[in-house]
């Protein structure tokens, strides 16, 4: 990424989108330096991050990734990992947020059901409420978000999709976006392509262009193109 600018303002939605391989999980991993840039600066509040720790720069982050990670342990565990000092209050209110604490309680153990390595005894949304739920409890000021549901039954998508809306709420934000149609409203969307930037602007100025975005998502809708 050449010469590339981008100022973010606190609260603003940076959508990240492109086909697969465009360079999308590069700049979240730069974002929480999981690796460094080697040119140019990424700053947080003016700071250039790289003097910062890793730890105290991730503690501004919170991620909820298509991969969901979940550890061996209890359901309440597992959320509370999203911050230590969490009350019991602040875990259920975001459990209730999430959409989870309704499923939960319907399990034997409730939030005692302790979870395999795999997190197998869940299914694929029950998984990603849970992180989502996880970082309602962390409380992010910036959040990433891998925003997508694949292989998941409609009402639980459904779910997702209002627990993700709720989570995003006045917050900054990067979403990695696999349907367009769920990032309209971004206030800045980055287009990748090939590892570049090729495009940036709001949805109706980047569909005014005419160009790679717009084409992105005309062929979306007729089905032709994966993100």
Same mark, same amino acid.
């Given at each position: 990424?050449?010469?590339y600018?981008?100022?973010?303002?606190s609260?603003?939605?940076?959508a990240?989108v492109?086909?697969?391989?465009a360079?999308?999980?590069t700049?979240?991993?730069?974002?929480?330096?999981?690796?460094d840039?080697?040119g140019g600066?990424?700053?947080?509040?003016g700071?250039d991050?790289?003097?910062?720790?890793? *730890?105290? $720069?991730?503690?501004?982050?919170?991620?909820?990734l298509q991969?969901?990670? !979940?550890? /061996?342990g209890?359901i309440? %565990? @597992?959320?509370k990992?999203?911050r230590?000092?969490?009350?019991?209050?602040?875990?259920l209110?975001a459990a209730?947020?999430?959409?989870?604490?309704?499923?939960v309680?319907q399990?034997?153990?409730?939030?005692?059901?302790?979870?395999n390595?795999e997190?197998s005894?869940l299914?694929?949304?029950?998984?990603?409420?849970?992180?989502i739920?996880?970082?309602?409890v962390a409380?992010?000021?910036?959040?990433?978000l891998?925003e997508?549901?694949?292989s998941?039954d409609?009402?639980?998508?459904?779910?997702?999709q209002?627990?993700? *809306?709720? $989570?995003?709420k006045?917050?900054?934000?990067?979403v990695v976006?696999?349907? !367009?149609? /769920?990032?309209r409203?971004? %206030? @800045?969307?980055?287009?990748?392509?090939?590892?570049s930037i090729?495009?940036?602007?709001?949805?109706?100025?980047l569909?005014a262009?005419?160009?790679?975005?717009?084409?992105l998502?005309?062929?979306?809708f007729?089905?032709n193109v994966?993100l």
């Amino acid at each position: 990424m050449d010469d590339y600018n981008l100022d973010v303002q606190s609260g603003q939605m940076v959508a990240i989108v492109g086909p697969t391989g465009a360079g999308k999980t590069t700049v979240i991993n730069m974002l929480e330096r999981f690796y460094d840039v080697t040119g140019g600066s990424i700053r947080l509040w003016g700071k250039d991050t790289r003097d910062m720790t890793r *730890e105290e $720069l991730r503690s501004h982050f919170a991620m909820v990734l298509q991969d969901t990670w !979940l550890f /061996t342990g209890t359901i309440w %565990d @597992n959320l509370k990992y999203g911050r230590e000092d969490a009350t019991d209050e602040q875990i259920l209110n975001a459990a209730k947020a999430a959409h989870v604490d309704s499923f939960v309680r319907q399990l034997p153990d409730g939030y005692k059901t302790v979870l395999n390595e795999e997190a197998s005894n869940l299914s694929q949304g029950q998984r990603q409420l849970l992180t989502i739920a996880r970082a309602f409890v962390a409380d992010p000021e910036i959040l990433i978000l891998d925003e997508a549901t694949s292989s998941v039954d409609t009402r639980t998508e459904m779910h997702i999709q209002h627990a993700m *809306e709720r $989570l995003l709420k006045n917050r900054t934000s990067f979403v990695v976006a696999h349907r !367009l149609s /769920t990032i309209r409203d971004a %206030d @800045n969307i980055i287009v990748m392509n090939h590892g570049s930037i090729v495009e940036t602007g709001n949805h109706d100025a980047l569909m005014a262009k005419n160009g790679f975005y717009a084409d992105l998502y005309n062929s979306q809708f007729s089905g032709n193109v994966v993100l």
